[in-house]
């Protein structure tokens, strides 16, 4: 089984209500590293198998056809999330990153 991790965010000509909201409330929470923020979107596709070329360019049309909205959203990647573990992180590894 394998994953194809697809992540839009919107335009940066787009005000971004949500994520002004978070950006005025980082500082009041004692985190004034951060001078913006910008919300966006994850989608996690699962396929049986392998994921194929013809996989990530199938979820490349979905991103752009489904998944966004293209007026106001960019696709900013399509990569593949690899099963494999870090043995010093234990987090999965993203591998293959495409946009």
């Known amino acids: 089984m ?11 000509e787009i005000l971004d209500p949500q994520g002004q909201a978070v950006a005025s409330a980082l500082p009041r929470l004692g985190f004034t590293q951060f001078t913006d923020v910008r919300q966006g979107k994850r989608f996690v ?3 049986e198998g ?3 070329d013809e996989v990530l360019a199938a979820a490349r049309e979905a991103a752009e056809t489904m998944l ?19 043995s010093q992180s234990a987090e999965p590894q993203e591998v293959e990153f495409l946009a």
């Open 2 to 12: 394998g994953n194809v991790v697809v992540d839009v965010m919107l335009k940066s």
């Open 45 to 47: 596709l699962t396929v």
């Open 50 to 52: 392998e994921v194929t």
């Open 68 to 86: 966004s909205n293209p007026v106001i959203e960019d696709v900013v990647s399509v990569r593949v999330e690899s099963r494999a573990v870090d």
